[in-house]
């Protein structure tokens, strides 16, 4: 299982085998996987081999260690790292993934969007985003009528990149705000719990290679179920 004598580092082919082990089932969601230990012996490999290959699937979400008890396995979760969209980030993780329109229709711009969207009307579009058969993120989508024509409530149950493209749009980039939202009633029913998890709201203006906002979407999303990853990097020359 782990040629020592290979380029790939030990700690790597480590935790990819032990992945490996998690997909076919020998590790199931919630189970402990061997100690440290026994994951020492069964693959003679140091303690600090292993240590550094679990502390790396930790990070990524994939194991979770629980002091006293042991390492245990992630129920996974959707990982948002780059510019895609939701359901083109479930397909890549091959998980399921159902669309259901709770609201659709042709409304009057809001007063708050006006300096965004100089138009008459927009689409309001709320929908929920089920993974697995779980509800995972509530989204509302904000789209002006001038920009799509004709557009009905079973298109919008697809990818709204893949919408937009059909109407000569193509998202290049997203400005977002991140916040942790407090779950309540009304959002324990909206995602059909019994118990309170951790939430949050992303609101993410969404552009083309213009700079034209082409929509605007108010999401909250189970953070027990997704992760966002931001990449952050300093431009020089560039002051904002």
Same mark, same amino acid.
């Given at each position: 299982m782990i040629d020592k004598r290979s380029p790939i580092p030990v700690y790597y082919q480590l935790k990819e085998d032990i992945k490996r082990k998690i997909s076919e089932g020998v590790w199931k969601v919630g189970q402990c996987i061997d100690s440290e230990r026994e994951l020492s012996e /069964?693959?003679? =490999?140091?303690?600090? %081999? $292993?240590?550094?290959? &679990? /502390?790396e699937l930790v990070h990524e979400g994939i194991l979770v260690k629980e002091k006293g008890k042991g390492t245990f396995v992630c129920e996974p979760k959707v990982k948002? %790292?780059?510019?895609? +969209?939701? +359901? !083109? @980030? =479930? !397909? #890549? &993780? /091959?998980?399921? &993934?159902? %669309?259901? $329109? &709770? +609201?659709?229709?042709?409304?009057i711009t809001p007063e708050e969007m006006e300096d965004i969207f100089p138009f008459e009307h927009v689409y #309001? @579009?709320?929908?929920?985003? @089920? =993974?697995?058969?779980?509800? =995972?993120?509530n989204e509302i989508v904000y789209i002006p009528c001038d920009y799509c024509g004709y557009i009905d409530e079973e298109m919008v149950k697809d990818s709204l990149f893949k919408v937009l493209s059909k109407f000569g749009y193509e998202i290049k980039y997203a400005e977002s705000s991140i916040q942790s939202v407090i779950m309540d009633e009304e959002y324990m029913k909206l995602f059909n719990l019994d118990k309170e998890v951790p939430l949050l709201k992303c609101v993410n203006k969404s552009k083309d290679v213009n700079d034209k906002v082409i929509y605007l979407e108010e999401a909250i999303y189970r953070s027990d179920k997704y992760i966002l990853e931001v990449n952050i990097s300093r431009r020089e020359g560039i002051i904002r």
């Open positions: /069964g693959y003679q =490999v140091s303690r600090m %081999t $292993i240590r550094q290959a &679990l /502390g948002q %790292t780059d510019m895609m +969209s939701f +359901s !083109d @980030i =479930v !397909d #890549k &993780l /091959g998980m399921k &993934l159902e %669309t259901k $329109i &709770l +609201s659709f229709e042709r409304v #309001k @579009i709320n929908r929920m985003r @089920i =993974v697995e058969n779980e509800r =995972v993120a």
